[in-house]
């Protein structure tokens, strides 16, 4: 089969009205994702990608696929974000497990993630949303993503992990300057953040606690093919997808009800809606993590109609899978925070399958919880710049996102 290969760029890949002539080109495009070599095949219908990222015979792993020893486009991707070599080991870790070794990680890690753990930091949640939003408000005028959404997304996160309080405003800072994009910034964070994983390790192993440290200690004891690596690895990856999609998704949810102005004003007429759809819905038409990891065949198959060979690589649009008409009827492309979603998620904001996010209980949760404080208990509430003004910054394979939301309360 042929078909012409397009490339994309960051703000290509983060909007979603880009994806509706591929959609309607083929079920699966040719595609380039920025700052990556290799051809994938794209999809970016809903019923394709949740087929996809369900289908065992494909993986995250491309080593496990026979004479595969080139890199990976998980490689290249760190290759062009320019993180250095010794640290490598450390990433991709859980995100490019598969089969047996992804289930064991991953339950693990849910130990820290029950409904019971993140229900229970839900008067924690409000009381610090409360307090930001009140220092803010003192002020008159603040940057959402600074001094809001990044502090509270890094306390959720922090508190589950083990880190403990005092340390959680630098761990904040050192994500802030680990997706910065610049090379003296983000290096001396990753540095920052490796060395105080390893210290805490040396700190739980002295005093074991009842945080996800300690439990993966204690695995690390048992077992002996599970060490610091792991570890630091594990911390890592829960630290940056526990901090950054949901900050991002608060600020982008925030700046969607501005730039909705009748989606607001019926979120304060019906506050009902808050958790059980108005969230939901902005996480479907935002959809923070716009591309899905890749998925490596590990034979050949059919996939939507269409042959896809062995080694080929297929990664799913997540944001244009959740803007898909056939999924979402009735205006796709609009916000509607009264919408009906599918069964179970109805999005693919949190991805699909094995792979769905750990945290998505507790971004819901933030989000719902910043939202009724902003919009429900207060107004008031704008942009402190012109929309056009806002400044993005574009992120290896992963879009563009916001780099500060200034408004005024």
């Known amino acids: 089969m042929s078909q012409e290969v397009l490339s994309l760029t960051s703000k290509f890949v983060s909007t979603p009205g880009g994806f509706t002539s591929l959609r309607e080109q083929a079920p699966l495009v040719r595609v380039t994702l920025p700052d990556v070599e290799t051809p994938v095949w794209l999809l970016t219908r809903y019923e394709d990608a949740k087929a996809a990222l369900t289908d065992p015979r494909f993986v995250r792993d ?19 974000y320019g993180l250095p070599a010794e640290y490598r080991d450390y990433l991709g870790i859980l995100v490019l497990a598969d089969g047996e070794d ?28 409360h307090d930001l939003y009140a220092a803010m408000a003192a002020k008159g005028e603040a940057d959402l993503l600074e001094e809001l959404s990044h502090p509270l997304a890094g306390f959720g996160v922090c508190e589950l992990i083990g880190v403990d309080a005092a340390d959680q405003p630098q761990i904040c800072a050192w ?52 060490g610091e690596t792991e570890i630091v690895a594990i911390f890592l990856l829960l630290i940056n997808t526990g901090i950054m999609p949901p900050a991002h998704f608060i600020a982008d949810a925030i700046l969607a009800l501005l730039d909705h102005p009748d ?8 506050p009902e809606l808050l958790a059980g759809r108005a969230v939901p819905e902005l996480l479907r038409f935002t959809t923070p993590v716009p591309i899905g990891a890749p998925m490596y065949a590990t034979e050949d198959l059919e996939l939507g109609g269409m042959p896809v060979k062995q080694g080929e690589v297929v990664t799913a649009a997540l944001v244009g899978v959740n803007h898909d008409p056939r999924e979402f009827p009735g205006g796709a492309d609009k916000l509607d925070i009264g919408r009906e979603l599918g069964r179970g998620v109805g999005h693919m904001a949190f991805g699909h399958g094995p792979h769905f996010c750990i945290g998505a209980a507790l971004a819901r949760l933030q989000a719902e919880v910043v939202l009724e404080t902003l919009f429900v208990r207060n107004d008031g509430l704008t942009l402190a710049v012109e929309r ?16 500060s939301l200034p408004v005024r309360l």
């Open 388 to 403: 056009e003004a806002l400044e993005y910054v574009a992120m290896p394979g992963d879009g563009i996102h916001l780099v």
């Open 175 to 226: 994500i802030r300057d680990y997706i910065s994009g610049d090379p003296e910034r983000f290096i001396p964070a990753l540095k920052g953040m490796v060395e105080h994983c390893k210290k805490l390790i040396e700190e739980r192993t002295a005093a074991l606690s009842d945080d996800l440290i300690s439990e993966l200690i204690r695995v690390s004891q048992e077992e002996g093919d599970f």
């Open 102 to 129: 992804h289930t064991r990680m991953r339950t693990l890690i849910t130990r820290a993630f029950t409904a019971r753990r993140i229900n229970a930091l839900r008067p924690k949640i409000e009381k610090i949303t």
């Open 263 to 270: 989606q607001l004003a019926r979120l304060r007429e019906e």
């Open 62 to 80: 491309n080593h496990k696929l026979p004479g595969e020893d080139g890199p990976s486009i998980a490689d290249q991707m760190i290759e062009a």
